[in-house]
């Protein structure tokens, strides 16, 4: 079954405490994209990866980096995460780029 | 559920009734679009898409309709049905073909 995994979906921190996101999918698909939906706003691309080792700024990326040292894996990195961070973040593949995106389940970010 | 249905149009229909949602998209070059449901708790799901040398796509109790002159796009749903409430989302790609642009989406809830 094609599959979009994310971990945690749901994560509470403080303000400066790096964390990190996994994404994972399983359809050896080369391009893979962060978004990050926010109330009244749809959703907006964070970074994405055209490849291994290629990635590449969408509208949004501050305080964010990626990573893409192997096709499946995708994490999203913040390394001093701040309150307007604060956000529901997807991970999505398309089976070409740029159509009908397979996105994971979410991740819940809360920062106090 | 989750919170990103804030601020969002909403649309109430009854079960059993004809539901058309609507989207005005931003660039005339845009080439693809497609239109996204996405439940509570979940990630976005692809509905149906249409290419800019199209006027009408139909699927499975859905259909697209692309109005190029006023830069319309319209999601029909046929006999809507309760599992069908969601936020559902339009999408274009971008001018430079380079990612998809999603817009804020539309609230529908159907009323048994």
């Known amino acids: 079954e094609a599959q979009v995994t994310q971990n945690p979906r749901y994560l509470i921190t403080v303000t400066g405490k790096k964390l990190t996101v996994t994404c994972s999918q399983n359809?050896?698909?080369?391009?893979m994209s962060w978004y990050r939906q926010d109330p009244g706003l749809g959703l907006r691309q964070i970074y994405y990866?055209?490849?291994?080792?290629?990635?590449d700024k969408g509208d949004v990326p501050e305080g964010y980096k990626v990573s893409r040292k192997e096709k499946r894996n995708f994490p999203l990195i913040l390394e001093s995460p701040s309150p307007n961070q604060t956000s529901l973040y997807f991970c999505a593949t398309p089976r070409v780029p740029h159509y009908e995106q397979y996105f994971g389940p979410g991740t819940r970010l809360t920062v106090t | 559920g989750e919170s990103v249905g804030l601020h969002l149009p909403t649309l109430s229909v009854q079960e059993g009734d004809n539901s058309i949602i609507n989207c005005a998209y931003s660039n005339s070059a845009s080439d693809y679009f497609i239109w996204y449901k996405q439940e509570s708790g979940k990630g976005p799901q692809f509905i149906i898409d249409?290419?800019?040398?199209?006027d009408k796509r139909q699927g499975q109790r859905v259909t697209v309709l692309l109005n190029k002159t006023v830069k319309h796009l319209s999601l029909q749903i046929a006999a809507t049905q309760p599992g069908d409430s969601a936020v559902y989302f339009c999408a274009e790609i971008g001018e430079y073909g380079n990612k998809l642009v999603f817009g804020a989406g539309t609230i529908l809830r159907v009323k048994s």
């Open positions: 359809m050896n698909h080369e391009y």
């Open positions: 249409i290419r800019s040398n199209m």
């Open positions: 990866s055209m490849n291994v080792e290629v990635t």
